[in-house]
């Protein structure tokens, strides 16, 4: 028998485990895992039941808040490294496949 147990350790950190219980030995073997602080301050934020627009509204902020600050450290990057257009278009005629 397996299931997914959801607790709050003493400190307050929300943990996530999953048991299976052998039936030959009769013993719980529990995996826990961790809930991040970004899913422990969306559940506290979120605990009340959004409709399916809402939800679809949260999932495009937070995915544009992501996709920002993917972009915002490639430009980091690419001003350390010195890339420009020319730097593209040399990776576009490079031919770096391992030849059979």
């Known amino acids: 028998m397996n299931c997914r147990i959801t607790v709050n350790d003493i400190s ?3 943990l996530m485990g999953f048991c299976n219980f052998n039936s030959n030995i009769n013993t719980m073997h529990i995996v826990e895992d961790r809930i991040t602080n970004l899913q422990k301050e969306l559940m506290k934020i979120f605990s009340l039941e959004l409709t399916e627009e809402e939800l679809s509204e949260v999932r495009n902020m937070l995915a ?3 996709a920002g600050r993917a972009s915002s450290e490639m430009d980091k990057l690419w001003k350390e490294r010195g890339y420009s257009q020319e ?10 496949r391992t030849p059979y």
Do not use: P
């Open 12 to 14: 307050g950190n929300f």
């Open 64 to 66: 544009k808040y992501f």
């Open 87 to 96: 730097t593209i278009n040399e990776w576009l005629n490079n031919h770096l």
